[in-house]
């Protein structure tokens, strides 16, 4: 993906391209911010630009064409110039920063410069940080490292002063639903719904299942409105039985689903509407409910969920408790 393509973390692109544009590129850039928002995209994308066969100017300087040679093998990670390093298994062993260390001094094959990505670079450990700090002081002008990391201060601060630190952020919804509507076209409402579940985290977005998250959904609604209605307790022992049987995991799933469709019916219950509410899909039949319910009963609930939540950590037995939970509130 060109930096035309790439949605959101503004700021960081324009520096970027204005780098690139000045043949200025760092030796060592820091890319921190949580996972998900893009880091390894941006890396990517300034590896094809600073190696574009066309490297068309476009937005705020260089950019990458995404059709030559190089980009493409780029893309497929395939291009000998940019290598990758990552934990192997729970650190980053010394083995794999010595062979770094080994490689940087060579002239690119290729291309012009050489980038060498270390994904989770906050697990590296202490000795293999120390042997790549080396490196980092004395850097050969055509190699660039990138260390990505969601935890900046569990680096070396000797690492951290020799790099160029960019922050990544999440995407706004409004950014994550430009960015979809762009790559993974779909429906209004399921585009609607998956920037708001994966909350600025494009890395999210390909992984989450919507058909099973709305399946789930559906069955805390109908709860909710048996609840609601309070007029079937049967019922509403089968839903206590449904969410009671699930593993710890699972359950705290559930109460995480649950929390989040609470929240929503307390905005609607409130008068708010449009981008806070999570589950815009099915706004309407939610605002139904949070009429029939209000906001004080609504209130209720969010403590009484909070208490099951705040009860699962002391090992009770999820079934019954859930069942109290439930026929307390629907009275
Ligand atoms: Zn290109």
């Known amino acids: 993906m060109s930096f035309a393509k790439l949605i959101g973390n503004e700021r960081n692109k324009e520096i970027l391209q204005r780098l690139l544009e000045r043949g200025q590129i760092a030796s060592t850039f820091i890319f921190a911010g949580p996972d998900g928002v893009g880091k390894r995209q941006f ?55 010595r062979a770094l260390t080994a490689d940087i001094y060579y002239r690119p094959r290729e291309g012009r410069q050489r980038f060498f990505m270390i994904d989770g670079a906050d697990r590296l450990r202490e000795e293999a940080a120390s042997s790549l700090l080396k490196t980092l002081e004395e ?15 569990a680096l070396l601060p000797t690492i951290r002063s020799r790099a160029q630190r960019l922050n990544f952020a999440p995407l706004s919804i409004f950014e994550m639903e430009q960015y979809l509507t762009a790559n993974y076209p779909r429906s209004a409402a399921d585009t609607g719904l998956l920037a708001r579940m994966t909350e600025g985290r494009i890395g999210q977005a390909t992984a989450f ?57 307390v905005l609607l219950a409130t008068g708010k509407s449009g981008a806070e509410i999570v589950n815009i899909d099915v706004a309407d039949r939610l605002g139904e409910l949070a009429a ?31 069942e109290a939970a439930l026929l307390e509130l629907a009275e």
């Open 43 to 97: 890396a990517l994308t300034m590896a094809k630009a600073a190696n574009c066969q066309k490297a068309p100017v476009g937005g705020f300087g260089i950019d990458s064409c995404d059709e030559c040679v190089r980009c493409r093998r780029i893309d497929a990670g395939t291009y000998g110039d940019v290598v990758t390093i990552q934990p192997e298994g729970q650190f980053i062993k010394i083995a794999q920063t």
């Open 209 to 265: 299942d919507l058909s099973v998250y709305r399946q789930e959904r559906r069955t805390l609604l109908e709860m909710f409105e048996l609840m609601a209605s309070g007029d079937n307790r049967f019922r509403l022992l089968k839903a206590a039985e449904y969410l009671g049987k699930k593993e710890k995991e699972d359950f705290e799933k559930e109460l995480n689903l649950l929390t989040s469709l609470l929240r929503d019916l």
């Open 292 to 322: 029939k319910i209000g906001l004080l009963r609504l209130m209720d609930w969010v403590k009484k969920f909070d208490e099951l939540r705040a009860n699962l950590r002391i090992n009770i037995n999820r079934q019954s408790a859930t």
């Open 139 to 153: 850097p050969p002008p055509t190699s660039t490292v990138v260390l990505l990391t969601s935890r900046p201060e």
